[in-house]
């Protein structure tokens, strides 16, 4: 069984990418905490007892290339399997050869796999009859099935810096070096080529063969405006339905709840060059008005709520100026978590406890009758001068679910703690006092 690269003709030249991936583990860039000496993946080899392995990463940072190495340090034939292409009848081929030849079976795209693909799979790797890779770009507890899962060893790889970015690109140039073509880049190109692939080795290495190739004979000099075009069409790595999507998310809603506009500003950035709709931001922006604002600045809501009116009339790429206004309005915002919390807190309390009586004096006295059923008693707060009067509004303590996250600063919440002070005589409920 063969892959892509195996299946070519033989004239024909292999990809920069295919004829770059490393023999063993130490020559493999980057994902030292997978790869380096006494991991869990090094241990695993020097055993000679493998079983079954999850590698999980975005597109470009070796998940091909450490199985295939992992296959040639075991000493086992490598054979790729691809779920959207290889069906039961394939796997168990494998199993029968698996028998007689020792195996390391990879499965690119595992979680596409179908739930009797996947049974299959797991009785060869139980049997022991086969050392097993799958790899994936989706979250494996999400996306695989928790019995493939419960029995594999799960390593996350993450994209590559910069720095081992530029290695890689260094790599293949001095492997094109190697085939006769002298490709001429500088430093800060090196860097442009590194940075702008994104983590992804492969889109790297395919980035700088399109350029070496196809040239008069002599030395390749590369411009900047080759690497423009190079890039000018290049896709965007950025998944919308992925882990890539909602790691980036996070980290932009945290950025804003930790105060912090340049992050902010940021990873708005990553989310818009990735395509994401203007809307979905927006919504995200208002929810965190509310959540990590709230009542320390009521304007926050409101300047989200026009936020996310505007983008729907105006769209991008103006509406990258409307997002990053309120997102920063938000991240520069002082920050309260009151009404998150004492909305949690509440829930909590509805759903865990009968439901409690209305006072009567809290009930409905407008209609004819209602005196008779005891709805008396209720004081209006505006006849009083303070505008507050004494009474039990729930069975609820006070300061049971609502407690101020006021600070010192100037804030709605801290000026409504000492007006309510004043009027009252009793200090309003703080988050942490006793």
């Known amino acids: 069984m063969s892959d892509l690269f195996d299946s070519g003709p033989a004239s024909g030249r292999r990809p920069l990418a295919a004829q770059l991936r490393p023999a063993t583990l130490d020559d493999v860039i980057g994902q030292s905490a997978a790869v380096a000496p006494g991991s869990i993946l090094r241990r695993r080899i020097a055993g000679g007892a493998l079983g079954s392995v999850i590698l999980y990463g975005p597109p470009g940072v070796g998940k091909t290339s450490i199985a295939r190495a992992v296959?040639?340090?075991?000493?086992?034939?490598?054979r790729p399997l691809h779920a959207t292409r290889s069906g039961v009848a394939d796997i168990r081929r494998l199993a029968d050869e698996a028998r007689m030849v020792p195996l390391l079976i990879f499965v690119d795209e595992v979680q596409r796999f179908s739930a009797t693909q996947a049974d299959d799979l797991l009785a060869i790797c139980e049997e022991g009859t086969a050392d097993f890779i799958g790899a994936t770009t989706g979250n494996p507890y999400h996306v695989l099935t928790p019995a493939l899962v419960s029995r594999s060893t799960i390593l996350k790889l993450e994209p590559l810096t910069l720095e081992e970015m530029e290695q890689v690109v260094r790599r293949g140039v001095a492997h094109l070096r190697g085939e006769g073509i002298e490709v001429l880049l500088t430093a800060v190109q090196v860097r442009r080529i590194a940075g702008r692939s994104g983590g992804d080795a492969r889109r790297a290495l395919t980035t700088l063969e399109s350029l070496a190739v196809g040239h008069d004979a002599g030395p390749v000099t590369i411009t900047d405006a080759m690497v423009d075009e190079a890039y000018a069409a290049a896709?965007?790595?950025?998944?919308?339905?992925?882990?890539?999507?909602y790691d980036v998310v996070s980290a932009f809603v945290k950025s804003m709840r930790g105060s912090d506009p340049d992050a902010t500003l940021y990873w708005l950035a990553r989310l818009i060059h990735g395509g994401e709709d203007p809307r979905y931001i927006a919504r995200r922006i208002m929810v965190h008005a509310s959540e990590d604002v709230g009542l320390a600045d009521n304007a926050a809501l409101q300047t989200a709520v026009a936020a996310a009116q505007a983008v729907e009339k105006i769209?991008?790429?103006?509406?990258?100026?409307?997002?990053?206004?309120?997102?920063?309005?938000?991240?520069?915002?002082?920050?309260?978590?009151?009404?998150?919390?004492?909305?949690?807190?509440?829930?909590?309390?509805?759903?865990?406890?009968?439901?409690?009586?209305?006072?009567?004096?809290?009930?409905?006295?407008?209609?004819?009758?209602?005196?008779?059923?005891?709805?008396?008693?209720?004081?209006?707060?505006?006849?009083?001068?303070?505008?507050?009067?004494?009474?039990?509004?729930?069975?609820?303590?006070?300061?049971?679910?609502?407690?101020?996250?006021?600070?010192d600063?100037?804030?709605?919440?801290?000026?409504?703690?000492?007006?309510?002070?004043r009027v009252t005589g009793e200090v309003p409920p703080r988050r942490g006092r006793a």
């Open 315 to 407: 769209g991008y790429p103006e509406a990258r100026i409307v997002l990053a206004h309120a997102a920063l309005h938000v991240a520069r915002a002082p920050k309260s978590g009151s009404a998150c919390r004492g909305i949690a807190a509440a829930m909590q309390v509805v759903a865990n406890n009968p439901p409690a009586a209305v006072p009567l004096h809290l009930r409905d006295a407008h209609y004819k009758g209602a005196a008779s059923l005891g709805h008396v008693g209720y004081r209006f707060p505006h006849d009083d001068p303070r505008g507050w009067v004494e009474q039990v509004y729930s069975p609820v303590e006070r300061g049971a679910l609502y407690q101020s996250d006021a600070r």
């Open 409 to 421: 600063a100037a804030t709605f919440e801290k000026r409504a703690d000492e007006y309510w002070q």
């Open 235 to 245: 896709p965007v790595n950025h998944d919308r339905s992925g882990d890539a999507h």
């Open 71 to 78: 296959g040639t340090m075991l000493g086992k034939s490598f």
